[in-house]
Structure formats: C-alpha cells, structure tokens
C-alpha cells in the first residue's frame, strides 16, 4: 500500500536557523512527489513537483531534494513568514494524491 | 488569474442531514478533484471529475457523491451526515491532460451536530 510519512510532526525554529523536513514514502512506480504550503483556514499552496531521484527545485529560501525513498525540503535561514504547515503528497492512481500528515513549522523573531 | 473558489465557506449541519458542496476551479482548467481534511487523517481523496465524468474515486462511502457541470465547476454531495464527517472538505482544479499540479481553493469547513 502507497504510504507517505513526513517527520517531524513539529518544528520550532528561531529566525535564521535552518532545518529540514522529511517525506519518506512507499509507493509502486513513483509518478510525481509534490510538497504543499498551508496556511491556518486557508487551502493548501502548491511549492513544487519532483519526479526522478537527484532531481531539486528552489524557490527563495526553501530546496526540495528527492531520492528513491524520501524527499527533503530545506530551509534556508527562514522568517516567520514561513510558519506553516508543509504537506508532502505522492501520486497514486489517476490524479489522486496521497498526502502525509504534514510538519508544522513555527519560527519565532 | 482568479483562483480555485468553493461556497459555502462555512456550514453547520445536523446527523441525518444532508448537504452540497460547490466549486468553480480556476478559469480553463477541466479537473476538479475533492478532498477531506481532518485533524486524524489529514487529507483524504474522495473523487475526481474531468469534462463531466468521474475519473476516479477514494475509499469512501456512497455517502459521498459528486457531479461536474458543462463549465467544469463540480458540487459534492453528502447525505446522511455524521458526525465523523466534519471536516474541511477541499476543492483542487487541474488543467487536464498532462498537467498534473493541482490547485487547491480555500475549503468549506463543515461541522456536524
């Protein structure tokens, strides 16, 4: 069964230290790997889409990395403007995306 | 370009009751797909429609039913609601074809008492 499991559930930063999440997942023939902003009470924004290990994309202060069984979105000396909660989603059959749980990022001036 | 837009924003319902959900995806785009967020199991896929058809459907009741109009927007449908059923129910459009990023709209959040 295709599964997505990010980690950590929960992540405090201070202004300018910078981290990474993780997505690891399980899934028969991978067709696309897609990390997600959300914001409270909003829906969720797309930030990228990975598709063959190696592959990497940037967008201002945040690098999403892809291998054969994880993904990793870096953050680079983050504001909090960037507190949020980040979703990692696979594809599976159709369209369909298989998210994970999310990390909630909070960081503090 | 205006985005994804569902209505209501907000609903409260009671068990037994049933209730529509709407969607209008961003202009030209003919996929909407919809899903269910909870705190327990976060997002969910219930089902996808592209030119009027359903395409594909997740594990979940027959409860849960949606249509798609000529102009691509799309109503979602539960009847019988439970209480398990509150949640944020959430609206992503799709260009189509091979465009495969999904934009999401801001959701209804429904509440069942």
Known sequence: EDQVTQS?????????????????????GL?????????PGKGPEFLFTLYSAGE????????????????FLHITAPKPEDSA?????????GYALNFGKGTSLLVTP | KAGVTQTPR??????????????????????????QQTPGQGLQFLFE????TQRNKG?????????QFSNSRSEMNVSTLELG??????????????QETQYFGPGTRLLVL
Do not use: M
């Open chain 1, 8 to 28: 950590p559930e929960a992540l405090r930063l201070q202004e300018g230290e910078s981290s990474s999440l993780n997505c690891s997942y399980t899934v028969s």
């Open chain 1, 31 to 39: 067709r696309g790997l897609f990390w997600y902003r959300q914001d």
């Open chain 1, 56 to 71: 990497e994309k940037e967008k201002e202060r945040l690098k999403a990395t892809l291998t054969k069984k994880e993904s």
């Open chain 1, 85 to 93: 909660t980040y979703l990692c989603a696979v594809r599976v059959s």
């Open chain 2, 10 to 35: 907000y609903l409260i319902k009671t068990r037994g009751q049933q209730v529509t959900l709407s969607c209008s995806p961003i202009s030209g785009h003919r996929s909407v797909s919809w899903y």
């Open chain 2, 49 to 52: 429609y592209f030119s009027e």
């Open chain 2, 59 to 67: 594990n979940f009741p027959g409860r849960f039913s949606g249509r």
């Open chain 2, 85 to 98: 059923d509150s949640a944020l129910y959430l609206c992503a459009s799709r260009g189509g074809g091979l």
